[in-house]
Antibody, heavy 121, light 108 residues
Framework: EVQLLESGGGLVQPGGSLRLSCEAS????????LSWVRQAPGKGLEWVSA????????YYADSVKGRFTISRDNSKNMVFLQMNSLRAEDTAVYYC??????????????WGQGTLVTVSS | EIVLTQSPGTLSLSPGERATLSCRAS???????LAWYQQKSGQAPRLVIY???SRATGIPDRFRGSGSGTDFTLTIIRLEPEDFAVYFC?????????FGQGTKVEIK
């Protein structure tokens, strides 16, 4: 059974930093791309960032480019999202999601339960 | 980027009725790379349809996806109580991957 377990969310002040983690199990982690998708309270879904299976290529939404960094550790079956210079508009539930193939350009076949990030003073 | 517009915003129906959800794209979705997700209250989204018409693993055949180009439809043939939820469409034919704003299917 595929499982994606996010952690690291919480309350942070504007301008602050937070690092999200996602631990995966139930599939061959190093064979698939991973992404982060967020959902602001009561709002829709927004793709944030993605990384290919090897970790060599990363992708970002314009709204987070230059502030967020995605990475992965295939030896530990984990993917991370380093979030810097956080803004109120980054407040959302952040989902760790799995792509169905090695390259992050498809739909999302499995989702974690999400971790809430609140940016507020 | 491709903007997806879903309609209606809310659909009020009774169990056993047919639900028809629309997703319209601002540009042609390459290769009909269009997916649908179901999100129940307080839960993560779940993949329902990919490639416009292919059902994801474990999705019952009362869920039907159709369409091409810029106009796509998710039809739930006969609503079951567990189908009442919010449904999002997503295109992955162009970068960045984008979502529609969602259609809520509620019990009438």
């Amino acid at each position: 059974e595929v499982q994606l377990l996010e952690s690291g969310g919480g309350l942070v002040q504007p301008g602050g930093s937070l690092r999200l983690s996602c631990e995966a199990s139930g599939f061959t982690f190093s064979s698939f791309a991973l992404s982060w998708v967020r959902q602001a309270p009561g709002k829709g879904l927004e793709w944030v960032s993605a990384v290919n299976r090897g970790g060599s290529t990363t992708y970002y939404a314009d709204s987070v480019k230059g502030r967020f960094t995605i990475s992965r550790d295939n030896s530990k079956n984990m993917v991370f999202l380093q979030m810097n210079s956080l803004r109120a508009e980054d407040t959302a539930v952040y989902y760790c999601v799995k792509d169905p193939l090695h390259h992050p350009r498809y739909y999302f076949d499995f989702w974690g339960q999400g971790t809430l990030v609140t940016v507020s003073s | 980027e491709i903007v997806l517009t879903q309609s209606p915003g809310t659909l009020s129906l009774s169990p056993g009725e047919r639900a028809t959800l629309s997703c319209r794209a601002s540009q042609t979705v390459s290769d009909n790379y269009l997916a649908w997700y179901q999100q129940k209250s307080g839960q993560a989204p779940r993949l329902v349809i990919y490639g416009a018409s292919s059902r994801a693993t474990g999705i019952p055949d009362r869920f039907r996806g159709s369409g091409s180009g810029t106009d796509f439809t998710l039809t739930i043939i006969r609503l079951e109580p567990e189908d009442f939820a919010v449904y999002f469409c997503q295109q992955y034919g162009s970068s960045p991957r984008t979502f529609g704003q969602g259609t809520k299917v509620e019990i009438k």
